[in-house]
């Protein structure tokens, strides 16, 4: 489980396919303190460490299955991209944001970045399938990071980002048309399911 905290910026270094896409991903993190097995949310998709180093950086390698890259924007990694990383939640840490799991539902569509204030206000498009699990007010993570809804009209949503979020994570990097991996809230997944049986 995760928090949709981002604690550290990647850099992919390296890709290669195999039947599936393995990766190799520069960090900050002190790669002595994580174990092969353990799991990190890049993106906001929770993959699985299969390797670690300290030449010529700090990396971990990645193991991606072609399930998981036909459901996410990760076939889209290329050299040099920049993604957003989170340790798995231990008992006891904070929880900044909200509970996310790293399980990505779909693919939002960025249809608009634009300053507003201080901030950036970007609004997305959700699949058809998911638009019924986001409400204002409510939570989503959108390529890992937890954020808060501003407003909802049909499967189009807005997000506003303060310049801290822009500054930690690669949503200063944002433009119209990305894709990004969104996971929805889980709490909200639950009470749809529970008003079926009405």
């Not at 097995?37 to 390698?61: H, Y």
């Not at 399980?103 to 699949?127: C, K, N, T, W, Y």
């Amino acid at each position: 489980m995760f928090t949709g905290i981002v604690t550290d910026m990647g850099r992919i270094v390296e890709t290669k396919v195999t039947g599936d896409l393995r990766a190799r991903i520069a960090t900050h993190y002190d790669v002595a303190a994580i174990d092969i097995g353990a799991s990190i949310a890049c993106d906001g998709v929770c993959l699985t460490v299969v390797a670690l180093g300290t030449e010529p950086e700090n990396w971990f390698d990645v193991e991606i299955s072609a399930e998981t890259v036909s459901k996410t924007n990760l076939g889209g990694w290329v050299l040099g991209k920049r993604v957003n990383l989170e340790r798995a939640l231990k008992v006891g840490d904070e929880l900044g944001g909200h509970i996310v799991s790293g399980h990505v539902d779909g693919l939002a569509e960025v249809i608009s970045v634009r300053p507003e204030g201080g901030s950036v206000r970007v609004r997305f498009r959700a699949p058809e399938a998911l638009a019924r699990f986001i409400a204002p007010k409510g939570s989503v993570a959108l390529n890992g990071t937890s954020l808060t809804v501003n407003e909802v009209e049909g499967r189009d949503f807005g997000v506003n980002f303060i310049p801290h979020t822009q500054s930690v994570t690669t949503w200063g990097e944002v433009v119209a048309g990305d894709r990004v991996n969104l996971e929805v809230d889980t709490m909200a997944r639950y009470v749809a399911r529970l008003r079926e049986w009405d």
